[in-house]
T-cell receptor, first 112, second 114 residues
Framework: QKEVEQNSGPLSVPEGAIASLNCTYS??????FFWYRQYSGKSPELIMF????GDKEDGRFTAQLNKASQYVSLLIRDSQPSDSATYLC????????????FGTGTRLTIIP | GAGVSQSPRYKVAKRGQDVALRCDPI?????LFWYQQALGQGPEFLTY????????KSGLPSDRFFAERPEGSVSTLKIQRTQQEDSAVYLC????????????FGQGTRLTVV
């Protein structure tokens, strides 16, 4: 079992709809959770991080964390063609170890 | 510069050749990370520095890989006797904090071993 799992997609969503990206993790001791966006041929850029159970909203983005289910999600409202990218979920266990463990990413395509 | 700068952007090496990849972090950033990203995969952690101290090198795949950050700023990732499986994008990230909440990635170096 991979430490961080994501559906590789591709996920196609009509413009203006809500895109829902999901991620599960295996280390129950994980403490912090990150969503990165990566355009083709570019480097990852941080969208959001979340530490606590529940929802965290930033503009059109909402991160949701459920530690009991070991599940993290990212919702993108009012999807735009510019949101088309690969979305990487990453996890850190904060046990004095700063490394991020990434999933393989979900490729999202917003259809105009 | 304003961001994390990596050089070269592209490197083609013959199998067995040694290569050195450079990372210029954002000025003043304490933490520096190296990741390896194979095609279609997420980044895989290689090593982590806090200032000049290499605190974690658990991700380095073999003793052919070596990283340093002697003055706590610029970092170099060296790969000796390159092999085809080393072909990947090597990403450097830096952060002003000990954690990853404000880590910025460079554009990466695409290494192709032929």
């Amino acid at each position: 079992q991979k430490e961080v799992e994501q559906n590789s997609g591709p996920l196609s969503v009509p413009e203006g709809a809500i895109a829902s990206l999901n991620c599960t993790y295996s280390d129950r001791g994980s403490q912090s959770f990150f969503w990165y966006r990566q355009y083709s041929g570019k480097s990852p850029e941080l969208i959001m991080f979340i530490y606590s159970n529940g929802d965290k909203e930033d503009g059109r983005f909402t991160a949701q964390l459920n530690k009991a289910s070991q599940y993290v999600s990212l919702l993108i409202r009012d999807s735009q063609p510019s949101d088309s990218a690969t979305y990487l979920c990453a996890v850190n266990n904060n046990f004095g170890n700063e490394k991020l463990t990434f999933g393989t990413g979900t490729r999202l395509t917003i259809i105009p | 510069g304003a961001g994390v700068s990596q050089s070269p952007r592209y490197k083609v090496a013959k199998r067995g050749q040694d290569v050195a990849l450079r990372c210029d972090p954002i000025s003043g950033h304490v933490s520096l990370f190296w990741y390896q990203q194979a095609l279609g995969q997420g980044p895989e952690f290689l090593t982590y520095f806090q200032n000049e101290a290499q605190l974690d090198k658990s991700g380095l795949p073999s003793d052919r890989f070596f990283a340093e950050r002697p003055e706590g700023s610029v970092s170099t990732l060296k790969i000796q006797r390159t092999q085809q499986e080393d072909s990947a994008v090597y990403l450097c990230a830096s952060s002003s904090k000990r954690d990853n909440t404000e880590a910025f990635f460079g554009q990466g170096t695409r290494l192709t071993v032929v």
